[in-house]
């Protein structure tokens, strides 16, 4: 279980009983971070026992941004902006 809490919002989220889980299609979690090595880290973790999608490397709108899904199905965006 977890809680996020940004201004007003509040994110939750938890696992599900076996019976219950089904894996997401039709959507991606996205991470917005500003420090590269960072974003690194988090995509190669993310990663590890799942599936790349797009490898994390520099775009014209980001220093990185990759697509990976994570290895309970779970399918992730990292984006890390442009350097200031």
Not at 9 to 19: E, H, V
Not at 36 to 58: H, N, Q, S
Request: charged letters at 20%; hydrophobic letters at 40%; one cysteine or more.
């Amino acid at each position: 279980h977890a809680c996020l809490t940004a201004g007003e919002l509040i994110l939750m989220g938890s696992d599900a009983p076996p019976d219950w889980h089904s894996t997401p299609q039709g959507l991606s979690v996205s991470l917005h971070l500003s420090d590269v090595d960072e974003a690194e880290r988090i995509f190669t973790a993310l990663a590890d026992g799942g599936a790349i999608e797009m490898p994390l490397g520099k775009t014209f709108w980001a220093e990185r941004f990759g697509m990976a899904t994570d290895r309970y199905g779970i399918p992730w965006m990292v984006n890390c902006g442009p350097e200031e």
